[in-house]
């Protein structure tokens, strides 16, 4: 099982985690409650992570201690990333704003 690393300076997580969770990794990225306030990322599986050594040694200390859901946060990525990375359901998104009738 792979532990992803990307940005600690955001609120939200990159295209690199996207790619990460598409292929089931478990990601560790920013992720903050503002992010997750939104509603979209309120069941995203990144692990939120603050910009320090420390900080990330931990997280990544956590997920390697509680192997025994490392197939259950594996198969959460994954599901995430094809309800709200899948190019079909974008294009889907992108479509439905594009035909809205204008205010």
Excluded at 27 to 53: F, T
Excluded at 91 to 98: K, L, M, W
Aim: proline residues 3%; neutral net charge; contains cysteine.
């Amino acid at each position: 099982m792979d532990i992803i690393v990307d940005q600690a300076y955001s609120y939200s997580y990159g295209m690199s985690a996207a790619y990460a969770l598409a292929k089931g990794k478990i990601v560790l990225s920013g992720m903050e409650s503002e992010a997750r306030a939104n509603g979209i990322y309120c069941d995203c599986p990144v692990i939120n992570i603050r910009p320090n050594v420390q900080d990330i040694a931990d997280k990544i200390a956590s997920v390697i201690e509680s192997r025994s859901k490392l197939g259950i946060l594996s198969d959460a990525s994954r599901d995430f990333a094809e309800r709200f990375h899948d190019h079909k359901e974008v294009a889907r998104q992108y479509a439905e704003i594009y035909h809205r009738p204008k205010q």
